[in-house]
């Protein structure tokens, strides 16, 4: 999911793949997003201005990204009454769920990392370097002859790791 999430070239689309990675877990995304926030600070590659820049209205930032941003796209017609609609082709609102996005994507990283404690590093490898791409773990790779299946130059991430290295970037 998170890799779908980056590779889409739509910020609506984008945000609806980073929110099903809370799903996952199947707790409380809300609660989980205001409770990092505030806990967790440190760990996360969030600065105040990317917060304070949002359009919360009096809501805390998990009920924002949730009601402002997830119900609007997701019932992007259906929406009456007070919830807040998403107009798509406004600069507006583009650029807020472009810097939610950005933000829910930070956040979508640290609860694979954290909450679902998935920070087992992987390479996509080629054995013997030919056929095939596969995931290989640290060990795996040591005990089989390997390539990296796309070089770095082709690939700006080749190896994640959750604590030391800001994967968006």
């Known amino acids: 999911m998170l890799r779908e999430a980056r590779s889409t070239n739509n910020d609506y689309l984008a945000f609806l793949f980073f929110w099903q990675i809370f799903e996952v877990g199947r707790g409380n995304p809300i609660g989980w997003i205001n409770k990092t926030l505030k806990k967790k600070p440190n760990q996360l590659w969030v600065t105040d201005d990317a917060v304070a820049i949002l359009p919360l209205g009096g809501k805390s930032l998990g009920q924002y990204l949730y009601e402002d941003c997830r119900c609007a796209i997701s019932h992007l017609f259906k929406l009456t009454g ?9 600069p507006e609102d583009n650029l807020r769920i472009t810097r939610s996005c950005q933000l829910l994507a930070e956040f979508a990283r640290f609860y694979i990392c954290d909450a679902l404690k998935l920070n087992k590093v992987m390479y996509l490898v080629r054995r013997n370097g030919r056929g095939f791409p596969v995931y290989l773990s640290d060990e795996e790779t040591q005990a089989v002859r390997c390539k990296i299946a796309y070089p770095q130059r082709y690939l700006s991430v080749a190896r994640k790791r959750c604590t030391t290295k800001n994967p968006l970037n």
């Open 82 to 90: 007070t919830k807040r609609r998403i107009i798509i082709d406004t």
